[in-house]
């Protein structure tokens, strides 16, 4: 795993702005940087065990793909993101943004990272039963990896202290 963590990391550095971006979000919200590696790790994993580990690209693609999920945090307030307890109406509208503005900031900075990994960035809050966001997908609509994120998202949720889990939701 460390070597595939190292391997992602250098396809990060080939694009330009992209390693940038992601340390940029280390200071602007933690706890979203922690939740990223994360994800990365777990999902790495889960994917390699479902398409195998023949298409090494692909995988280094992906995990690109994980890694900055939530980079669109980027554009919301530090207040929002630290926010203690439910957040308003226009807080969580800020909030829904997130995945577009991420899509649109990897599209931009990926040099040609594949749609199917870019998707994962803005459909990884997509729900199976159509009450995610941004589009409301359901089941199929919603990309392989993106579906892997739900899973890997939930474990996440469940293995980290309540205290660390910041409220993203109403
Ligand atoms: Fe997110």
Known sequence: MA???VEAINKLMDKPGAIESFFQLTVHDYYTYTHSVHVYIYSSVLTREIIGDENEALLKELGVGFLLHDIGKKGISPE???KKGKLDDDEWEEIKKHPATGYDLLTE???GLTEEVTQIVLQHHEKIDGSGYPKGLKEIDIGRFGRIYCIVDVYDALTQSA???????K
Not at 163 to 169: A, E, F, S
Request: glycine letters at 6%; aromatic letters at 0%.
């Open 3 to 5: 070597n595939t963590t």
């Open 80 to 82: 929002i993101l630290n």
């Open 109 to 111: 900075i990926s040099g």
């Open 163 to 169: 205290l660390t889990r910041k409220p993203c939701r």
